[in-house]
């Protein structure tokens, strides 16, 4: 069965659940999360999408990121899918939700509000290469210098997380 998105509306209140690839289609607001983890030497563990991705595949992003399912708390969505994709579970706690809009060349459009959570885990992930071909650290000043003299190898949403929350993340 496809997996459900949350239909939110700009106060993230819920109205009706949609198959996630339709809510794509269409560019319905859902519920969705970015989880970001840093490290002592305070660096961001960035992804690189598998090959086989339906969109943005070997692009690079934050650690993980997805949606809630129904009756799933934020915290709760963000350690499952962490866990998922990179095979480790840390604490984790929300900085702040924003909405974006990201259409993509295939048609399809991220349309999120997008609760943005932060973590410390200190050893490289055990990366599940269904969803994560490589994971790499990098400083917070170095990703912003890369994202603007290759923003090709980046997702979409990254980009715009990240310039949204980099004063936020200094701060986590």
């Not at 794509?24 to 969705?32: G, V």
């Not at 993980?64 to 969505?77: F, K, L, V, Y």
């Not at 997008?114 to 400083?139: L, Q």
């Amino acid at each position: 069965m496809e997996e459900q998105v949350i239909l939110v509306d700009h106060n993230d209140n819920p109205r009706g659940l949609m198959p996630k690839m339709e809510a794509h289609e269409k560019a319905e607001l859902h519920r969705a999360f970015s989880v970001f983890i840093f490290n002592h030497k305070n660096e961001l563990m960035l992804q690189q999408r598998a090959r086989h991705k339906y969109h943005s595949p070997l692009l690079w992003t934050n650690t993980c990121c997805s949606h809630q399912r129904d009756g799933e708390s934020n915290i709760q969505a963000g350690k499952r899918r962490l866990f998922e994709e990179m095979g480790f579970v840390t604490e984790i706690k929300e900085v702040f939700s924003f909405i974006y809009k990201a259409p993509f060349d295939n048609g399809l459009t991220e349309h999120e509000l997008d609760h943005v959570m932060v973590g410390y885990y200190n050893e490289d992930p055990i990366i599940n290469r269904d969803e994560v071909e490589a994971f790499k650290w990098m400083t917070l000043d170095d990703v912003r210098t890369d994202i603007k003299n290759n923003p090709g190898l980046y997702t979409a949403w990254f980009k715009i997380i990240f310039e949204k929350s980099y004063d936020k993340l200094q701060n986590a």
